[in-house]
């Protein structure tokens, strides 16, 4: 991919590849430093040796022994010289990351972040011989529509735990009791406390068919998927696969450039002529980001088994590896800070060291090489379900109306609102669950029609 380095540009034979395949989208974890129980005290083991149909109840636990050695590994840091910008031009700089670091070997709790997840309904279930670890919150409302949300990376399911009240009981949020949904929250494979597959194959579409698996097994009939991140490649996938039972979906990072934008883009030429500014800007956008902020992707496309090493062995590493997104991708000025507190931060990042699912997340970019913008590459004229979009403000790319109408022919909602970044949900709880409240709204008609079986 092109490198921007000081007084020349360096293009290598990975440059196709790595742009086209790069962006915040991940897979794949029994095992490591945390425990999954059908009752409180029980080993992982015990779970993940379950191999059936069965839905079983799930609790968090991590062994004290893995924290002390957390904070130990903390304290053991060593870390590299100052950059020599005063800017993040050379990556997420080390005031940043010590600051960071040094909260999460002396003030951060996880236990505060078990006790966030055990006091929501979890549950695990094996589909496709793989453990799918998932949050199930039903809303008081026997009419609510099923709503499956998937994460992407560096995130998890601690991206919508603000967005479950607004889904569930949007009385109280300002929002009528006919806006209410029934949540449903995994862990993608290879993420959080699902399972590691342990051969290839598990990219969006299989995700997208075990989605389906898990939505029939929870005895709904008719339901709706939203994702941003890696969350949108699967949600597209779903689409593309249309079972009966997928009302719509919802994106707020769509695959939607066009065909003969896709080669400019990967070679870092200049916007040609004739498109409008809200096109022109996609454009730069996504040229600068596959130009100069990728390099995450293109090592985690191309080696996620060596990256993994610093991911497992290194919690700075970690931290570093994650803070960087939060920083850049979040809509709050290169301080994330601003719109994420340290705790929710670290509750995630914490969540990827305990589990060690440093290299396992990272594969699925190498099972996704495909570019995740390109309406060509994600086949989105093949989605034939009602398709919803929410523009944020701060997203990597703000997709023009024009393309996203191009893209996705069954486009049946388009918004543009005034503030969040990619982790939209995580950012604006209240104006993420709005937007989904009224883009999916035209849907319940059809629900509504039908005995939903729970």
Not at 24 to 29: M, R, V
Not at 165 to 171: I, N, S
Not at 245 to 257: D, R, W
Not at 259 to 288: C, H, Q, W, Y
Request: aromatic share 10%; net charge neutral; hydrophobic share 40%.
């Amino acid at each position: 991919m092109p490198v921007a380095c000081p007084g020349f540009t360096l293009r290598s034979d990975l440059t196709s590849s790595v742009r086209m395949s790069v962006l915040g989208l991940a897979l794949i974890t029994s095992g490591g430093a945390w425990a999954a129980s059908t009752a409180v005290g029980a080993s992982s083991s015990t779970a993940a040796t379950t191999a059936s149909d069965s839905i079983r109840p799930y609790r968090v636990h991590v062994d004290e022994a893995q924290l002390i050695d957390l904070r130990k590994r903390i304290a053991a840091t060593r870390w590299p010289d100052k950059e020599t910008v005063n800017n993040d031009a050379q990556g997420v700089q080390l005031a940043q990351v010590q600051a960071l670091l040094k909260y999460w070997g002396d003030g951060y709790d996880w236990r505060k972040a078990e006790a966030k997840l055990n006091a929501l309904p979890e549950f695990i279930t094996t589909i496709d011989g793989v453990d799918i670890q998932f949050i199930h919150v039903r809303s008081r409302n026997p009419n609510a529509m099923p709503l499956l949300l998937t994460h992407g990376w560096p995130g998890s399911q601690f991206e919508f735990l603000k967005t479950i009240g607004p889904l569930t009981d949007p009385v109280a949020f300002g929002g009528k009791v006919k806006d209410s949904f029934d949540v449903i929250i995994p862990s993608i494979p290879g993420h959080g406390f699902s399972g590691k597959p342990t051969e290839l194959g598990w990219g969006p579409d299989r995700v997208a068919k075990a989605w389906d698996v898990l939505m029939r097994r929870l005895g709904y009939k008719y339901y709706v998927s939203q994702g941003g991140d890696h969350g949108s490649v699967i949600s597209d996938a779903w689409g593309r696969l249309n079972p009966p039972g997928l009302l719509g979906i919802h994106l707020n990072m769509p695959a939607t450039v066009p065909p003969e934008l896709v080669k400019p883009i990967n070679s870092g030429d200049p916007a040609p002529a004739g498109l409008t500014e809200p096109e022109r800007k996609a454009f730069d956008a996504l040229s600068t980001f596959f130009g100069r902020n990728a390099a995450y992707g293109a090592m985690m496309v191309t080696r996620p088994q060596t990256i993994g090493y610093l991911l497992a062995d290194s919690p700075a590493g970690t931290a570093a590896w994650m803070y960087e997104k939060f920083a850049a991708w979040t809509d709050s000025g290169g301080q994330p800070e601003r719109v994420l507190t340290r705790d929710e931060m670290l509750d995630d990042i914490s969540l990827y060291w305990l589990t060690n699912t440093g290299a396992s997340s990272s594969r699925f970019y190498w099972e996704n090489n495909n570019n995740n913008f390109s309406a060509v590459a994600q086949k989105t004229t093949n989605i034939k379900v009602p398709v919803a979009i929410t523009v944020f403000p701060h997203e990597i790319y703000q997709a023009p109306k024009s393309w996203a109408q191009r893209a996705y022919p069954s486009l049946s909602y388009y918004s543009q609102v005034s503030k969040g970044g990619h982790f939209a949900s995580w950012e604006q709880p209240q104006l993420f669950s709005e937007e989904l409240r009224e883009a999916f709204r035209p849907l319940r008609v059809r629900l509504d029609a039908t005995k939903v079986d729970h």
